[in-house]
């Protein structure tokens, strides 16, 4: 399904998570989301089906509001993983079956609407660097996401490089992931100080492959920042996403509202 679409100012941006699925509507203007966001846990397993069946559940909670884009404009959805031309190429934190799965048409099925499909970090990249820490700025900027994964976003002047995984560096012997994401702190009981000598092990690496002008982290932890920011000693400017936990429902209806031709 493809149709032509009426130009719009709200977008509902869907963000997938390894713990829950979130949305909200989005005013494309200032990259907000309007009013309360709604949540459901992801199920368990997170196969295909249940997936989608939670994520049309969020998307008809949203769409009973009165601010919500009319019932057939498209649908920005995150998903953990890499997403090629709207296929799954990895499920790192979900089911496995979702390798190769074309999510793209799995939920435009399940939803009866347009969709666009993308990898969650790289939406939060792409927010911030539309309305967030990374606006205006030039050269690299590295969105890196500490969750129940480590996702990152490659954007170089404004534009996204998409699907770079730099959660999966191999460091010291281990997937980076499994040693520095916010999980990773949680599993192995790590005090702020200690989880903040992993992430200086683990920035510092990504700092010597790609020397950016800027490091933005994202994720549920990017509020905890003053807990392990002071400790790390870098020579590229970090600094929190300002748009918080927002930032991957935010770029995912960036991402559909460009693509479908809704916005410029
Ligand atoms: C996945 C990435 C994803 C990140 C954050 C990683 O395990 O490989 O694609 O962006 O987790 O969810």
Same mark, same amino acid.
């Given at each position: ?16 998570? =390894?713990? !829950?699925? +979130? #949305? ?6 200032? $990259? %907000?989301?309007? @009013?309360?966001? &709604? ?94 820490? =990374?606006? !205006?700025? +030039? #050269? ?6 500490? $969750? %129940?994964?480590? @996702?990152?976003? &490659? ?96 770029? !995912? ?12």
């Amino acid at each position: 399904m493809s149709k032509k679409h009426s130009p719009a100012t709200t977008v509902i941006g869907i963000d997938i998570g =390894g713990t !829950g699925i +979130k #949305g909200g509507i989005v005013d494309l203007e200032t $990259g %907000t989301v309007l @009013g309360e966001r &709604f949540r459901i846990p992801t199920p368990t397993p997170s196969t295909p089906q249940a997936v989608a069946k939670v994520v049309k559940a969020v998307v008809d909670e949203l769409s009973t509001r009165s601010n919500a884009p009319s019932d057939d404009a498209p649908v920005g959805i995150t998903f953990p993983a890499i997403i090629s031309h709207g296929v799954a190429r990895s499920a790192a934190n979900v089911d496995e079956s979702w390798i190769d799965a074309d999510v793209d048409e799995i939920f435009t099925k399940e939803i009866g609407r347009d969709v666009q499909v993308m990898n969650d970090a790289d939406a939060a990249g792409l927010a911030e660097a539309r309305y967030g820490a =990374g606006q !205006g700025v +030039k #050269g690299t900027v590295l969105v890196i996401t500490l $969750g %129940t994964g480590i @996702g990152s976003a &490659f954007i170089y002047d404004g534009k996204l490089v998409p699907n770079v995984e730099l959660g999966h560096l191999e460091l010291d012997g281990f997937d980076a992931e499994t040693k520095a994401s916010a999980s990773a702190r949680e599993r192995d009981e790590l005090s702020w100080d200690e989880y903040a000598v992993r992430l200086q092990r683990y920035f510092s690496h990504v700092e010597f492959l790609f020397s950016p002008e800027l490091f933005i982290i994202g994720g549920g932890i990017s509020k905890r920042s003053e807990d392990y920011l002071p400790q790390l000693k870098l020579r590229t400017k970090i600094i929190t996403a300002e748009l918080k936990n927002n930032a991957g429902i935010v770029g !995912g209806a960036l991402q559909a509202a460009v693509h479908f031709k809704l916005t410029k």
